[in-house]
């Protein structure tokens, strides 16, 4: 399971959260879906939403879930599997492709958490403390950890 955030430009030193990036995701760097050219989303934002409609989604009993990435086109679709797997698609809004047949929802948790937790420390430096964005963002992290820690994901 492969899943990565970035910047679309990575040199920026001024973060307003507003900035665009790239979600990639697939079975591996070399096998993964991506939103450029393009279709860069609100980077920021997109994380935020991802990190509450996943859990959102497990925690209810809806078989689909399609996430759409802010101000983009691009979209993820978690389906349910068997007992605790999901098959996860990505792509355009019409171009779904199959990135993951199977993987379980413990594992994507922990690789969304991870990376997610990664961007911030990556951008902690770049961005305002009090910045709406990233209170956002840390919110949603303190929120996803709660619930995976409290046994949230089966």
């Known amino acids: 399971m492969y899943l990565d955030f970035s910047l679309e430009d990575e ?3 001024d973060l307003s959260g507003f900035e665009l990036g790239v979600i990639a995701i697939g079975s591996s760097p070399q096998e993964c879906v991506q939103n450029r050219g393009g279709q860069e989303c609100m980077i920021f934002l997109s994380i935020t939403d991802l990190l509450s409609e996943y859990r959102c989604f497990l925690m209810k009993t809806d078989r689909q879930h399609v996430f759409s990435a802010a101000d983009c086109s691009f979209q993820i679709k978690f389906t349910k599997i068997e007992s605790s797997n999901l098959k996860i698609e990505a792509g355009g809004r ?7 047949a199977m993987v379980s929802r413990l594992e994507f948790a922990n690789q969304l ?3 997610s937790t990664e961007f911030s420390q990556l951008i902690s430096g770049k961005m305002a403390p009090n910045a709406v964005a990233y209170r956002d963002l840390e919110q949603a992290l303190q929120e996803f950890k709660s619930f995976k820690s409290g046994g949230g994901i089966s």
Do not use: A
């Not at 019409?94 to 993951?100: E, I």
């Open 94 to 100: 019409t171009d779904f492709r199959v990135v993951c």
């Open 113 to 115: 958490y991870n990376k």
């Open 11 to 13: 040199d920026e030193l």
